[in-house]
């Protein structure tokens, strides 16, 4: 009985087995990359143009030729070795695509600085010269007006230079396309002036400026320009400052046209040092009133026709509309980053909403920034391609993540708890906003405002809903005689605006000032941003360990104790008490602003022939400082006149460092360091700290990037047409019979005459 049941045919279905691919083990640790990206694969995209970006900072940063290839080669390796190695997974197609990315950012920078190669002026020379107009920008705060100016190639000038004239100089008929003649006093675009501070020369570089200078008049017009008025954003500047002059409406003029040139200095300051200067630049929230405007009155105007309502798509046509009034306000206000950058993410937002697509996302900001990237490269190391995408990229970031978006999105309340819910999300964004552009404003500016969120509270919007309504509403009815009562409101929005401005920005401790922000630390802090803003796993809470890092590095790093600039004329001494001393009794506001900002220093720099720790005359300066557990002593000249050499040659021994703006004589040689004319030729601007005895300088050894390196011919130097007035000097100088006691004086009693 048993062996016939067991004999019996089964009944039961035979279970197909169906191949699958096994899966990674949750817990292995080789496996937790995979898992980590599989939960993160929506967010890969955004870090394109992060690779992108890399590979063109990499460029900037090393700064030889044969580091350049082996960058290259490098990432080409990498790549093929994630793909040789990775297995066909998600870490390997990342890792080789990122490589690939980094190839491509570094090589497309280096391809565009050498496309723009122009050879800029071997040195300073005055020239007189005719040349083509290419630009006129009005700068009326200053009283200047900037000149593009194309050279006669006869003159053996650079391609292009940049020329300021007063505005008294100005003749009638000068404007773009105008010929003129002129004689000018031209230098080579200037590189920083220490360690830290503005860097013109690239900026001139990847312009196709070679030679900056100051006309003199008089200047002739041999042909006039094609428009004499300047162009449509000119016209439209001056037709805004006539309705409403001051700085009101200079401010006016700055939000229809970007042209920020009449803004009084005062009013500029205080803009920036209250967060507010951001308003002034023409970028998202102005490209989004004039999309948003032509996109009401198109879709209002058509929906009157019932034909074209039933038979259109009108919010289409709207938004087409609206695209070109974002691509035409673009090109009025001269196509600056920020304008570009927010002209771009329009269309994107445009393109999105026809689709039926979500619009504001990180996938817009990493859409408009890869453009920007291929179109200019070079942005990326200017701080107005950093603030603007580090802004957006954090207000974006923020109301992407679940909680921040249920917290503030609409429900069922009433008015008051409603508008308490939108400034809580105008603080909260304010918040992030500042503390994302804190370290960019220190690491360009060496300082950040402190109360910016605040004032942005009521300035947003003030000049969304107030001020730029108002000044849209003027400029439509300014035809028709009726936009008297808009002009007026207009300017009283505008006059509350900057009297905010003001008020923040001297509030004690409204600006953070620090010393330069070391290079790495900057890194940083930028990594580790961007790992807590492009990620959205618990594995994103890891990028706050490199922004501790960089700010606590940058918190640790001394600011310097001297600040010498590359031509020796001007030295920034730190003083015990913090405050800022200049060599100088006569230093101009740029080298004087430079030295206090990159000295960490606030308020107005002091002299050091007023300071106690310091003794004067004429020609000389001895300074006593004490850092790092000694005395230091430094000493400086501080004019064009001989020094007797026995007295000089006995103070440089005795004296651990010795600054001159010219050349010393070889028996002068103090304990530690001597910055005279050819060192300083060398190097650049230096900026020394004494407690840590480190020297930093503006020129590296073996920097090859072309700004610094490519050294035209002597051709493109010519000599003035009347001549170069020589002075026969010695080794220290001219000669002076008054300065003979110089050295006795200064080692003696104090002197307190003037240079």
């Not at 082996?70 to 297995?87: M, N, Q, S």
């Not at 020329?163 to 675009?189: K, Y």
């Not at 001297?562 to 009794?585: E, F, I, K, N």
């Not at 606030?602 to 004067?616: D, F, K, N, V, Y």
Request: aromatic share 6%.
């Amino acid at each position: 009985m048993a062996s016939s049941a067991a004999e019996a045919p089964s009944t039961q279905v035979p279970r197909i087995q169906t191949w699958r691919p096994a899966r990674p083990r949750p817990g292995g640790w080789r496996d937790a990359p995979e898992l980590w990206l599989e939960a993160e694969r929506d967010q890969l995209v955004l870090w394109i143009p992060v690779a992108l970006g890399v590979g063109i900072a990499c460029w900037f940063v090393l700064p030889t030729r044969a580091q350049w290839l082996a960058a290259l080669l490098a990432a080409g390796a990498v790549g093929c070795a994630a793909l040789a190695l990775g297995r066909g997974g998600r870490l390997a197609r990342a890792v080789a695509v990122a490589a690939a990315l980094f190839a491509c950012g570094l090589a497309l920078i280096w391809v565009r600085a050498e496309r723009v190669a122009g050879p800029p002026l071997v040195r300073p020379t005055i020239a007189e010269f005719e040349a083509r107009v290419e630009r006129v920008d009005p700068l009326p705060a200053r009283e200047l007006v900037r000149l593009r100016l194309a050279p006669d190639p006869a003159a053996k000038l650079p391609a292009h230079v940049r020329v300021n004239l007063s505005t008294g100089d100005m003749p009638q008929g000068l404007a773009a396309g105008a010929t003129i003649r002129l004689r000018a006093r031209l230098m080579p675009p200037p590189e920083p002036a220490v360690p830290g501070a503005y860097d013109y020369g690239r900026v001139a570089w990847f312009d196709g400026i070679g030679a900056t200078g100051r006309g003199f008049a008089p200047v002739k017009v041999l042909r006039a320009g094609s428009d004499a008025a300047g162009g449509p954003r000119q016209r439209l500047s001056r037709h805004i400052q006539d309705r409403s002059p001051g700085g009101a409406g200079a401010v006016a003029a700055a939000l229809a046209t970007g042209d920020q040139g009449a803004i009084p200095i005062e009013d500029a300051d205080a803009m920036r040092n209250s967060g507010l200067a951001h308003l002034l630049s023409v970028s998202g929230l102005h490209i989004t009133a004039v999309v948003g405007a032509t996109m009401v009155i198109v879709l209002r105007l058509l929906a009157l026709s019932p034909w074209l309502a039933m038979r259109w798509r009108l919010p289409l046509v709207a938004g087409g509309a609206g695209a070109v009034a974002a691509i035409g306000y673009t090109w009025l206000t001269g196509a600056e980053v920020p304008t570009v950058r927010s002209c771009v993410a329009a269309l994107l937002v445009l393109a999105a909403l026809a689709l039926g697509r979500h619009a504001i996302t990180l996938r817009l900001v990493a859409a408009g920034a890869l453009v920007v990237l291929l179109l200019y490269p070079e942005a990326i190391a200017g701080p107005s391609f950093q603030l603007s995408f580090a802004a957006v990229t954090a207000i974006v970031a923020l109301h992407e993540q679940p909680r921040v978006a249920a917290l503030f999105a609409r429900a069922e309340e009433s008015r008051g708890r409603r508008l308490l819910r939108h400034l809580g999300s105008l603080l909260l964004t304010g918040v992030v906003v500042e503390l994302a552009l804190m370290p960019i404003g220190l690491f360009h500016f060496h300082k950040a405002g402190l109360y910016g969120a605040l004032a942005n509270i009521v300035a947003i919007p003030l000049t969304t809903f107030v001020t730029m309504p108002l000044e849209a509403l003027a400029l439509l009815l300014d035809p028709l005689g009726l936009a008297a009562p808009f002009w007026w409101g207009m300017t009283w929005s505008l006059e509350l605006l900057l009297w905010i401005a003001h008020r923040v920005s001297s509030l004690p401790g409204a600006v953070a000032a620090l010393p330069a922000m070391p290079s790495g630390a900057y890194a940083l802090v930028v990594a580790g941003g961007l790992w807590v803003a492009l990620w959205r796993t618990r594995w994103r809470a890891m990028g706050w360990l490199p922004v501790l890092a960089g700010l606590a590095w940058t918190w640790a790093t001394p600011a310097p104790d001297l600040l010498v600039t590359g031509d020796g004329r001007h030295l920034g001494v730190r003083m015990a008490d913090g405050a800022v001393a200049l060599l100088r009794d006569r230093t101009g506001d740029y080298a004087s602003d430079t030295l206090s900002e990159n000295a960490g220093g606030q308020g107005t720099p002091l002299l050091l022939s007023g300071h106690p720790e310091a003794r004067c005359n004429r020609d000389l300066c001895l300074v006593r400082r004490r850092a790092g557990g000694r005395e230091w002593r430094v000493l400086a000249t501080r004019s064009a006149y001989l020094v007797p050499v026995a007295d000089l040659i006995r103070a440089c021994r005795t004296a651990d460092i010795v600054v001159s703006e010219r050349r010393l004589p070889r028996g002068c040689t103090p304990r530690w360091l001597r910055l005279d004319a050819p060192t300083l030729r060398r190097t650049g601007g230096v900026a020394v700290s004494l407690a840590t005895r480190t020297v930093a300088t503006v020129r590296e050894p073996g920097d090859e990037h072309p700004w610094r390196n490519g050294a035209p011919a002597a051709s493109l130097a010519p000599r003035s047409s009347d001549g170069e007035r020589k002075w026969k000097t010695g080794a220290f100088g001219l000669s002076r019979k008054a300065s003979g006691p110089a050295m006795r004086r200064i080692i003696g009693r104090r002197s307190t005459t003037n240079a």
